[in-house]
Each structure stands twice: as C-alpha cells, then as structure tokens.
C-alpha cells in the first residue's frame, strides 16, 4: 500500500488547462496539480519524527468493542499474575465478590514462586479482608466492623509450555474459618466421654504428608472432630474450612461434600496450619485497579517499542470525573493510541510491515465504545453506549481527558442544542447555528426579527419554501420550518441548489462532470448516501455568506475508489478512452479536486473519507469545557478540506500574499497531512479546522484562526464592513 507521502510525487494524470471560470482567478495553482487527499488513516501515516508543537489528530486508531472487549476478558491481577510467567487454568467458584478474587489473586501474585514449579503443590492461603463497615443504625454507634477472612486453595502445576513457569487453579473456600464450636471445643476438656462418629462415611484424603490413612490413623482425636463436625453442622452440601488447634500445634482440613441421612461422602485436605507470620499483607488500593490498568502501568513503567521514541506515558488526568463503567474503555484507547506498533503488518497485505507510531503530542477527539455492562444489570440506557471523548496527549506524555458527551444510539434526527443534554446526535438540523443567524436577528419586535430573518434566508436558502407570514409568525416559528426541511432535505442532491452546488445524482451523472478524465479511471461512479449529503450540510452552516459565494458553480461527485491514471499526460483522448495504459488503484485516498467539465472545480469523494467514521469526531464543547457542545462527524473533516482547496483558488492575489506571508518559514505541522506538504495542504486543513475545531485551532495555531476568522467575515467588494465581530470561540 502506498503511503501517503508517497502521494507528494509530481501529478501526471492532472487534466491540464481546462479551467477557464474568470471567478478562480488563480485557478492555474490547481491546473499543474490535482489535489489528492489520502483517507485520515492511521496505516497510511508517514512515520514523522516528534511533534514539535501539537497536532490535530486526523489519523486515528480504531478501537472497536472487540479490541476493548480482549483487554476486558482478564482482570488486572490475572494479567500480572500471567506476566510474573503463571497461567491461570481457572477460578472456582465465580460467585465470590470481585474484590474477593481481587484479594485472592494479589495475595497469590506477591507469593509467587521465583523459580519454574516441577511438583504440584497446594497451599492454603488465609487473607484478612479489610472489614466493610456496615451503616450504623439511627442514632446508635456503628457496630464494630469483625476482620473478615477469606480462604482459598492455591494449586501450583508445572507446564510443558516454554516461557511459563507453571499454571495456577484457584478455589475460594466458602465457608468461612470458624476454628471449633463450642461443643467440639469441649474435646479438651479432660475426662470427657470421647465422642464416637457413625459408620459408614466415604471419605477421600488429600494432601496429607506421607502415608494419608496412617496420618489420619494416627491423628485420631482430629479425625473424631472432624466428624463431630460433619454430623452436627455440617449442611446437607458444604464445603469448609475447620482449623483445629490441639496442644501446641494447629491444623487445617479443608473438607467438601454432601451429607445424606447424616453420612457424608466428602474430600478432605490437608494444610499444615497456616503461618501468620507469612499472611502476606493485601497491598493497598488492590480492589481498585480496573483490566485497562495492566497496560496502563505497564506504558508507565516500560519504554515504548519505538527505539525513536523510547518514552513512557505519563499521568492521566480526568478519567476521575467519567462514569466508573467507562473509565477502563477510555484508557484501553489511551493505550492503543500512545503504544507504538512497529512491528505491525498492513492489514491489506500480511506480507508487508506497516509499523504504527504512537501518538504523541496531539489531541484525539474519540468515539469510544462502551462496554456493556454484565447481563444481570444490562438495561437499555446503559447497554451499546459510544461516548465522545477529547484526549490530549500532551508533550511531556501525560494525558487530559475530557468528557464531550454520548452518541445518539437512536439515531435521533433532531440536533440537541442544550449543552446539558448529553446526548449528541450528528444528524442534525438547526438554523440557530448556522454561521449569519444571530446577525440576521435585526429589529426590535418579533416581526422586525422575522423580517429580517426572512430576508436572509432568501439568500442562505433560496430553495427553502415557507408559509407566508401571518400575526403568529415567529422566529421559532421561521427555524422550525427551515429545520424540518434540513432534516428532511439535506439528504438529497438537489438540496445543494441552495449553495449554487451542483451534487452528481448518480454515477452517469458523475461521469458526464468527469469527462476529461480517462474512462479506465471511472470506474464505479455512484451517488452519495444521504448520510454523506447531510455531513456537506453541516459543513457548509458553519460557513459565512462571503465564504460560501467562493463555492459558487462547483460540483461534487462520489466514486467508490480513486484510479490514478499512469498514461502519459498529454494522452489523445481516444487512447484515453480505449484505456491501452495502465491506471492504479488507490484505496486510501479520500477526496480530490480537478477542473471538471465547464472548468469549474470537480470534488470526488471516496469510499476512504468514510474510513474514521466511527472512531473519530471532529469539535468539542468549547474552552474550559463550559463551551457549547459543537460535533460532527469526521468524514465532515475531509468535505470541508476538499472545500478548502476551492476557497484557495478563489482567493484574491492580494489574500494569497497574506496567507504565505503568514506561513513563511514557520513549521505549522497542525495535522499529520498539513506537515507532509505544507506548500499545498496547510490552508485547506487549517480551513477545515476553523469550522470543525475552531477551539483547538484558536487555543493552538493563533494567527492561523486569525487569519481563516478574516477570511470568513470579508465582505464582498461594494458591502459595508460589518462591525459586529464574531463571537469568541466557545461560544458560537
Ligand atoms: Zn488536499
């Protein structure tokens, strides 16, 4: 697969001179090359050495629900437990607490053998549980909280497997240790009528050191309490700890099984008693570790595989003010952006290596999948939940997150306004944001505002029909009406007439606007999804009259995939059309723009814009977080760069002089894409950037949004300046 720099090599299939729209002044910038943009993909990102200043991230990784799902299938203690070299052949039973098995299994990862096991052993671990307080009845002191203790069998088995040091079967005892009842107690005592067991119980010794039946034999008064036990409290099903503590010595028999008209068929197991001496302390915290935390640590503590990088991560900040069940979903995406890859093959080609370099430096706006929660307490809200979130991977590695809100499962068509309303939905229509609304409110009455309102819309929606106005006009009235027609219109091709955009409704179409390209290279032609239509829509609210008027006259197609033409540049048409030289597919590139037809600038659009779809999001909620929720979805990125290069060619001499002015000299790497070839993709992704991120982009790259913020805002020659400046970032 190519890379995208390779992309920079010089353009030979660029359908030269056919751009003779006097309004593209300089229109000849984009005669000599076509402007080809690869999909935001994370695999055709050019290796680059460390960002000097932050970066946008266009890129992406994707982190789906099964990625997270992997990370979530062993718990934080099972992953050190497998790191320390042991595998976990299984825990039994499940129906203990999680902070329970927690115990038992940090317990068993601070005791583990140094050395490879060669004999099965089975020890018995006794670990003091920090006592969960109970709630004090009203008005009365807490009752003292009793030192709860958990017992569990610890099976250590060697391996045939190489690099392991042997496999660890856990049981969790569920009786609780009691020591003796007062009536076995009473066996001390001496004197007393020695108590006689019943006949007939099946009995199965384990564990016990040398020869079972002449330790048992030998131990009678041990076996007599166990009996006495089994007989009187012993449950019809049990499975039990008993200590014995005889003289100077303690023992523990660990004893399962069932009990039928008071004979019992049961295991028993020997421990020689345990040391409390060598109780290993639980460490602190150990309940609070979630399965993401593992990697977490471990890009803590380790340097990252890249030799050119060979960093850690650093702290991260904010993951406190997320809901506990989507803490360990964001980190695993934390994780899968900062660790480096590089020995990762390109998933189109196994043969091929395609390493992955971590993110550094940047900030990710994310849409990461929530795990459902476990079936029992699995409910509509809280089940195939994607939330949105900012990650800011900061130059000395630590990382900011920032909580921007939750996708619409529902696929719900009305755009929420409401910052307070967490739910974000991307198919939206409101006339409250397009860019003009809010200066178009003119007039002191309702009717003055509706008037001007009106007058505007004449020019922003010239294709836009409403009901005339009567005394109850008003303007929620005027956006409710215009809003239903986005909603229902902004699907469809002709929908763009209102911009003087011409949409291909088909393929044909397409093809009729492309046809100065060789006909090898059209191949699969298609319509835009109305999904895509309604994405331009968004795109183009967030654009100015004045910017919009560069638009004028251009057409956009949609073709399935790029084919570049390799033939000579100054091929006959005819050997075009009978297509004797070769093409080449390229799959990662995501738009272009060329002269079409009339000469009027040609945006394709291809399958790869789609490719961060549901990984990425493009905005956010303002400075501070106290901003108005703003999102859209990423693909809005890649229409609004393609746009970007248009307004490039539509700018004044005078204009173009300013913008290089601006950039000259400096290293303005504010996406992967920009510091590839700055010379011809700096202003259309700065451009896309002031209206998708108009925050980053303002917070990061000041004069670049001072200077878009101009650009915006100028008035066509013979209008009156306005005087009325933008609102600050945020709040728009
Ligand atoms: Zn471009």
Same mark, same amino acid.
């Given at each position: 697969?190519?890379?995208?720099?390779?992309?920079?090599?010089?353009?030979?299939?660029?359908?030269?001179?056919?751009?003779?729209?006097?309004?593209?002044?300089?229109?000849?910038?984009?005669?000599?090359?076509?402007?080809?943009?690869?999909?935001?993909?994370?695999?055709?990102?050019?290796?680059?050495?460390?960002?000097?200043? *932050?970066?946008?991230?266009?890129?992406?990784?994707?982190?789906?629900?099964?990625?997270?799902? !992997?990370?979530?299938?062993?718990?934080?203690?099972?992953?050190?437990?497998? =790191?320390?070299?042991?595998?976990?052949?299984?825990?039994?039973?499940?129906?203990?607490?999680?902070?329970?098995?927690?115990?038992?299994?940090?317990?068993?990862?601070?005791?583990?053998?140094?050395?490879?096991?060669?004999?099965?052993?089975?020890?018995?671990?006794?670990?003091?549980? *920090?006592?969960?307080?109970?709630?004090?009845?009203?008005?009365?002191?807490?009752?003292?909280? !009793?030192?709860?203790?958990?017992?569990?069998? +610890?099976?250590?088995?060697?391996?045939?497997?190489?690099?392991?040091?042997?496999?660890?079967?856990?049981?969790?005892?569920?009786?609780?240790?009691?020591?003796?009842?007062?009536?076995?107690?009473?066996?001390?005592?001496?004197?007393?009528?020695?108590?006689?067991?019943?006949?007939?119980?099946?009995?199965?010794?384990?564990?016990?050191?040398?020869?079972?039946?002449?330790?048992?034999?030998?131990?009678?008064?041990?076996?007599?309490?166990?009996?006495?036990?089994?007989?009187?409290?012993?449950?019809?099903?049990?499975?039990?700890?008993?200590?014995?503590?005889?003289?100077?010595?303690?023992?523990?028999?660990?004893?399962?099984?069932?009990?039928?008209?008071?004979?019992?068929?049961?295991?028993?197991?020997?421990?020689?008693?345990?040391?409390?001496?060598?109780?290993?302390?639980?460490?602190?915290?150990?309940?609070?570790?979630?399965?993401?935390?593992?990697?977490?640590?471990?890009?803590?503590?380790?340097?990252?595989?890249?030799?050119?990088?060979?960093?850690?991560?650093?702290?991260?900040?904010?993951?406190?003010?997320?809901?506990?069940?989507?803490?360990?979903?964001?980190?695993?995406?934390?994780?899968?952006?900062?660790?480096?890859?590089?020995?990762?093959?390109?998933?189109?080609?196994?043969?091929?290596?395609?390493?992955?370099?971590?993110?550094?430096?940047?900030?990710?706006?994310?849409?990461?999948?929530?795990? #459902?929660?476990?079936?029992?307490?699995?409910?509509?809200?809280?089940?195939?939940?994607? +939330?949105?979130?900012?990650?800011?991977?900061?130059?000395?590695? =630590?990382?900011?997150?920032?909580?921007?809100?939750?996708?619409?499962?529902?696929?719900?068509?009305?755009?929420?306004?409401?910052?307070?309303?967490?739910?974000?939905?991307?198919?939206?229509?409101?006339?409250?944001?397009?860019?003009?609304?809010?200066?178009?409110?003119?007039?002191?009455?309702?009717?003055?505002?509706?008037?001007?309102?009106?007058?505007?819309?004449?020019?922003?929606?010239?294709?836009?029909?409403?009901?005339?106005?009567?005394?109850?006009?008003?303007?929620?009235?005027?956006?409710?009406?215009?809003?239903?027609?986005?909603?229902?219109?902004?699907?469809?091709?002709?929908?763009?007439? #209102?911009?003087?955009?011409?949409?291909?409704?088909?393929?044909?179409?397409?093809?009729?606007?492309?046809?100065?390209?060789?006909?090898?290279?059209?191949?699969?032609?298609?319509?835009?999804?109305?999904?895509?239509?309604?994405?331009?829509?968004?795109?183009? *609210?967030?654009?100015?009259?004045?910017?919009?008027?560069?638009?004028?006259?251009?057409?956009?197609?949609?073709?399935?995939?790029?084919?570049?033409?390799?033939?000579?540049?100054?091929?006959?048409?005819?050997?075009?059309?009978?297509?004797?030289?070769?093409?080449?597919?390229?799959?990662?590139?995501?738009?272009?723009?060329?002269?079409?037809?009339?000469?009027?600038?040609?945006?394709?659009?291809?399958?790869?814009?789609?490719?961060?779809?549901?990984?990425?999001?493009?905005?956010?909620?303002?400075?501070?977080?106290?901003?108005?929720? =703003?999102?859209?979805?990423?693909?809005?990125?890649?229409?609004?760069?393609?746009?970007?290069?248009? +307004?490039?060619?539509?700018?004044?001499? *005078?204009?173009?002089?300013?913008?290089?002015?601006? +950039?000259?000299?400096?290293?303005?790497?504010?996406?992967?894409?920009?510091?590839?070839?700055?010379?011809?993709?700096?202003?259309?992704?700065?451009?896309?950037?002031?209206?998708?991120?108009?925050?980053?982009?303002?917070?990061?790259?000041?004069?670049?949004?001072?200077?878009?913020?101009?650009?915006?805002?100028?008035?066509?020659?013979?209008?009156?300046?306005?005087?009325?400046?933008?609102?600050?970032?945020?709040?728009?």
């Amino acid at each position: 697969m190519k890379r995208a720099v390779s992309l920079q090599s010089p353009e030979s299939a660029a359908p030269a001179g056919r751009l003779y729209d006097s309004r593209f002044k300089t229109g000849i910038d984009l005669i000599s090359q076509v402007l080809r943009d690869p999909a935001r993909q994370a695999i055709s990102k050019p290796l680059l050495f460390r960002q000097p200043a *932050e970066q946008y991230d266009t890129a992406g990784v994707p982190v789906t629900e099964a990625k997270i799902r !992997e990370s979530a299938s062993a718990s934080y203690w099972e992953k050190k437990i497998k =790191d320390a070299g042991f595998s976990i052949n299984g825990i039994e039973p499940r129906v203990f607490p999680e902070r329970e098995i927690n115990a038992a299994l940090a317990t068993i990862f601070y005791s583990l053998p140094t050395s490879r096991i060669t004999q099965e052993t089975t020890t018995l671990l006794t670990i003091p549980l *920090e006592p969960q307080v109970g709630k004090a009845p009203h008005g009365k002191k807490a009752p003292k909280a !009793e030192k709860e203790v958990l017992n569990c069998e +610890v099976v250590f088995q060697p391996t045939v497997t190489p690099n392991q040091k042997g496999v660890i079967t856990l049981r969790l005892v569920m009786g609780v240790a009691t020591g003796l009842s007062q009536s076995s107690s009473t066996f001390t005592e001496p004197g007393r009528k020695e108590y006689i067991p019943r006949q007939g119980h099946h009995v199965t010794l384990h564990g016990f050191p040398g020869d079972a039946s002449k330790y048992w034999d030998e131990h009678h008064e041990e076996q007599v309490r166990i009996f006495h036990w089994v007989e009187n409290e012993a449950p019809a099903k049990f499975d039990q700890l008993l200590t014995i503590k005889l003289h100077d010595r303690t023992t523990a028999y660990h004893l399962t099984g069932t009990k039928s008209n008071g004979i019992a068929t049961m295991d028993v197991s020997y421990f020689a008693a345990p040391d409390p001496e060598h109780v290993p302390k639980l460490p602190k915290g150990y309940d609070s570790h979630d399965f993401s935390d593992k990697e977490i640590e471990d890009l803590q503590s380790t340097p990252d595989p890249d030799p050119s990088l060979a960093d850690k991560l650093g702290k991260i900040s904010g993951i406190d003010k997320l809901a506990p069940e989507e803490r360990a979903s964001i980190k695993v995406v934390i994780w899968q952006y900062f660790k480096s890859n590089p020995d990762a093959v390109d998933p189109k080609d196994p043969s091929k290596k395609k390493p992955k370099k971590g993110t550094r430096n940047k900030e990710v706006d994310a849409i990461v999948p929530i795990l #459902n929660p476990p079936s029992g307490m699995a409910t509509k809200a809280n089940t195939n939940r994607s +939330v949105l979130v900012t990650l800011r991977f900061k130059p000395n590695n =630590d990382v900011d997150v920032e909580w921007i809100g939750e996708l619409n499962k529902e696929g719900n068509l009305e755009r929420t306004d409401n910052q307070l309303n967490k739910t974000v939905s991307f198919t939206r229509g409101s006339l409250a944001r397009v860019n003009g609304f809010a200066d178009h409110l003119q007039g002191a009455t309702e009717s003055e505002k509706v008037n001007s309102l009106l007058a505007w819309l004449k020019t922003r929606y010239p294709n836009v029909t409403l009901s005339p106005v009567t005394s109850t006009t008003t303007v929620k009235s005027v956006c409710d009406e215009v809003n239903k027609q986005i909603i229902e219109h902004s699907g469809e091709p002709v929908w763009f007439g #209102n911009y003087g955009i011409a949409v291909s409704e088909n393929g044909a179409e397409a093809e009729k606007q492309l046809r100065t390209i060789p006909n090898a290279c059209l191949q699969n032609l298609k319509s835009f999804e109305a999904s895509e239509l309604q994405i331009v829509e968004l795109v183009l *609210e967030k654009m100015s009259d004045e910017t919009l008027s560069r638009l004028k006259g251009i057409h956009l197609t949609r073709q399935q995939v790029h084919f570049q033409w390799k033939g000579a540049i100054d091929a006959k048409d005819s050997e075009k059309k009978a297509c004797k030289r070769p093409f080449e597919e390229q799959p990662n590139l995501a738009g272009i723009t060329r002269s079409g037809k009339t000469g009027n600038l040609t945006i394709t659009i291809f399958d790869a814009a789609n490719v961060n779809l549901e990984t990425l999001f493009v905005g956010g909620r303002g400075a501070g977080g106290t901003g108005k929720l =703003d999102v859209e979805p990423a693909p809005a990125q890649i229409f609004a760069h393609e746009l970007g290069h248009v +307004v490039f060619a539509s700018l004044e001499k *005078e204009e173009k002089d300013k913008f290089a002015a601006l +950039v000259k000299g400096k290293k303005m790497p504010i996406t992967w894409y920009a510091e590839s070839d700055p010379q011809k993709e700096l202003f259309p992704e700065a451009f896309a950037l002031y209206y998708s991120d108009p925050q980053w982009l303002h917070a990061k790259w000041g004069a670049l949004y001072d200077f878009f913020d101009k650009l915006d805002k100028k008035m066509p020659p013979g209008k009156p300046a306005k005087t009325k400046p933008r609102p600050a970032p945020g709040k728009r």
